[in-house]
């Protein structure tokens, strides 16, 4: 065994279990891990504090065990990355037998056969017309791609995006992202690439509002993009804000944008990485709105837990990259590694099979009902909203506690009853819930009640 291995049991774990919490939470086995972290990890990574987190054990389905044994409800479906469930069973298969025939290809050289089909699944799923591909590891890389696509095709270097959105945190990535305790790590003079127009949040029942927010958002696009100094070839936006708290705007945003872009021969790309991949009750979150983006990045749930993601583009757009004289201009060791691309097409088909992303719209309205019937009277409460499995409980403050103060409260107390969630949003006010599709109807109702009863003692605690 390697220093520091663990052998473990056969696992029995299903992934359709209930909570199970067997010691404190943390558990002394958590807590132990996670001293040993301390002391090897840059300590910018992972947050650790008193009564979270916990260290991972193993996962199935919906259901997460901590090295404790103690059993929770996920939630998050780590980060929406299991979609489809942790460990799908055809996801693992497919990944195994790819591994004993061919575990690593040769990126831009000698391309396995499975890279192949899983391109051509992607042509096929994505919408009409935006099919080229490059292959990449994270959605980060996949948004680069983006960015440098659109300065070889328009010669222009120039970013818009939207407050609040979030594309990644790898340097070019951080031109798109809004956050400024991220953009903090990136050079200063990159950010006179980017520019940012407010994203147009639809709140329900306020029409008259809805139509000032984004008239204000489109009209801050434009002038952006007629102004020569900023010299604007892309506009990245997110179809449902993820990570700045699952705010979705109205539907006619994304057609109008489109046209906008359209007007000035701008790239329009359409960051799907979190909402792709069926998790809105569609393969893509824009599929709806009745137009076809210049490009379009996916990743998280495209590799069914396997690190893998894409940046996908109209045919003439990507041309601009040119053909390949033997030295690609974009790529990596990794790129198409055969075992993810393994499990990729087994994830499309688990999908597919298993009419997951029905279930994500039907069980996503049933998940919003139930909360705002157990979160009626909660004076925590300011909004619940989002489409498919992708929910948001915005925070309300309380006797001068912050937003993001509750939710956190909320979090905590949540995972020490075996549910497990997120903080996103403006100051992590907003309870992000993104569970997989395969999530059973009484795990549902398990993380509702302890949702709602964390909801209580919070409201009891900071007063109503």
């Known amino acids: 065994m390697y220093p520091g291995q663990q052998t473990f049991a056969p696992t029995t774990l299903r992934g359709d279990e209930l909570p199970e919490i067997v010691t404190a939470v943390p558990g002394p086995a ?35 065990v901590d090295v404790d044994g103690n059993r929770y409800i996920d939630a998050t479906a780590a980060f929406g990355v299991a979609f489809c469930g942790h460990r799908a069973p055809t996801v693992v298969a497919a990944a195994q037998r790819q591994m004993a025939t061919l575990v690593h290809g040769m990126g831009d050289v000698h391309p396995p056969a499975v890279r192949i089909r899983l391109l051509e699944e992607l042509d096929r799923i994505t919408p009409s017309g935006v099919g080229h591909a490059v292959l990449c590891t994270g959605g980060a890389e996949a948004v680069e791609v983006a960015i440098k696509t659109a300065l070889l095709h328009t010669s222009r270097p120039g ?29 200063p003079y990159l950010g006179n690439l980017s520019h940012f127009a407010p994203f147009p949040r639809a709140i329900s029942g306020d029409d008259s509002g809805n139509d000032a927010r984004l008239e ?6 434009g002038r952006y993009l007629a102004d020569p100094v900023c010299d604007v070839g892309i506009v990245i936006v997110e179809p449902i804000q993820g990570r700045g708290g699952t705010i979705v705007p109205p539907a006619s ?23 792709g991949m069926g998790r809105t009750g569609a393969w893509f979150a824009s599929e709806s709105n009745g137009f076809t983006p210049d490009l379009l990045c996916v990743g998280k749930a495209l590799g069914g837990g396997m690190p893998l993601s894409a940046c996908l583009g109209k045919p003439d757009v990507m041309a601009s990259w040119g053909k390949s ?16 691309c393994a499990a990729a097409l087994a994830a499309i088909a688990a999908i597919e099979d298993g009419k997951l992303m029905q279930r994500a719209r039907w069980l996503g309205e049933h998940i919003r009902d139930e909360l705002t019937r157990n979160l009626a009277e909660s004076s925590a409460v300011a909004e619940i909203r989002g489409e498919g499995l ?36 403006d ?33 009891a605690a900071h007063g109503a």
């Open 159 to 187: 970013i818009v995006a939207f407050e609040g959105g979030y594309h990644g945190l790898t340097i070019g990535a951080l031109l798109a992202t809004s956050r400024s305790d991220f953009r903090a790590t990136a050079p």
């Open 216 to 221: 204000e958002s489109l009209q801050a696009v």
């Open 390 to 425: 992708m929910i948001g409980i915005e925070c309300a403050a309380m006797q001068g506690h912050a937003p993001g103060d509750i939710a956190w409260s909320i979090v905590e107390e949540s995972l020490r009853n075996g549910l497990i969630l997120l903080p996103s949003g």
């Open 325 to 340: 004289t033997g030295e690609a201009l974009h790529t990596s060791t990794f790129l198409g590694h055969p075992v993810a």
């Open 30 to 64: 958590s807590s132990r891990w996670l001293s040993r972290l301390a002391s090897v990890e840059s300590r910018n990574v992972t947050f650790v504090g008193a009564t979270f987190p916990v260290a991972w054990q193993e996962a199935a389905g919906a259901a997460v």
């Open 427 to 459: 100051g992590g006010c907003v309870i992000q819930l993104t569970p997989p599709a395969v999530i059973t109807r009484e795990q549902v109702d398990a993380a509702i009640t302890i949702l709602a009863r964390a909801f209580d003692k919070a409201t």
């Open 253 to 275: 945003f994304l057609p109008r944008l489109a046209a906008l872009c359209g007007d000035y021969g701008v790239l329009l790309c359409v960051d799907e990485i979190f909402t």
